[in-house]
């Protein structure tokens, strides 16, 4: 679905991304993992066209991004960000609706689609006339999914989504979402540096370092035939991390 060509960013000195071709496949959810950064981010924002590259393109289904086709491109994509991403000033009604409301859907439409996204992202309705401010961390995130859904796009892209929430409830959103994705059959890639969300999530890994790839497969190519020695690095690192529980 989705194919980078040499693609590269640098900030004035510092190298964000190394020239990256690679391709993510229709349906999966393809995870890229690394520590802080590595450059998976920058990727992510390339993706949608939040930063522009110094080389190289990427191509959504055929269609080159670009200044003439970014706009159409994002009405096709869901972005969720830590916290939600939610504008304060705005309910959570307001947030999930706002992209259909600027589209000048009909409201019976935004009413019908908002009850389906509601329930999808585990909303309770009576939340939906409050204000993030007054709403829990995993209350925020459910409503950024549900916005991220709402025009039912077939491309997710998730920047570290559950990075700021409790142990305890990043894990039930783990398996929420786990077993959302594959309900839905979207074409997902999520940012993470946690070694078990990539475990729990992913169909499909890509590590990065230093703004480049070290290894891409599954969490059992990763453990038991690493490329690199800081693949192993990696791993062990994160000790709470233990092996089971992948796709």
Request: glycine fraction near 10%; hydrophobic fraction near 40%.
């Amino acid at each position: 679905m989705i194919q980078t060509h040499n693609l590269s960013r640098t900030f004035g000195a510092r190298l964000g991304l190394a020239p990256l071709t690679l391709a993510f496949e229709r349906q999966r959810v393809t995870v890229l993992l690394g520590p802080s950064g590595c450059g998976k981010s920058t990727l992510l924002r390339l993706l949608i066209g939040l930063l522009q590259p110094d080389s190289g393109s990427v191509e959504i289904d055929g269609v080159r991004l670009g200044p003439d086709t970014v706009s159409a491109l994002r009405h096709r994509t869901g972005y969720v960000i830590q916290d939600g991403g939610l504008f304060p000033h705005l309910s959570a009604r307001d947030n999930i609706t706002l992209l259909a409301r600027h589209l000048h859907w009909e409201s019976d439409r935004i009413s019908e689609r908002l009850a389906s996204v509601t329930a999808l992202a585990g909303i309770d309705p009576r939340l939906l006339d409050q204000y993030p401010s007054t709403l829990s961390g995993g209350e925020r995130q459910r409503v950024g999914i549900a916005r991220a859904l709402l025009l039912d796009p077939p491309l997710l892209l998730c920047d570290e989504p559950l990075s700021a929430l409790d142990p305890i409830t990043r894990s039930g959103l783990q398996q929420e979402l786990r077993d959302l994705f594959d309900a839905l059959g979207k074409t997902v890639i999520w940012v993470t540096h946690d070694l078990h969300e990539a475990a729990m999530l992913a169909h499909d890994i890509v590590l990065m370092r230093d703004g480049g790839l070290v290894q891409r497969g599954s969490i059992t190519d990763l453990l038991d035939s690493p490329a690199d020695p800081f693949v192993t690095q990696f791993i062990r690192a994160q000790r709470g991390w233990l092996p089971g529980g992948g796709r």
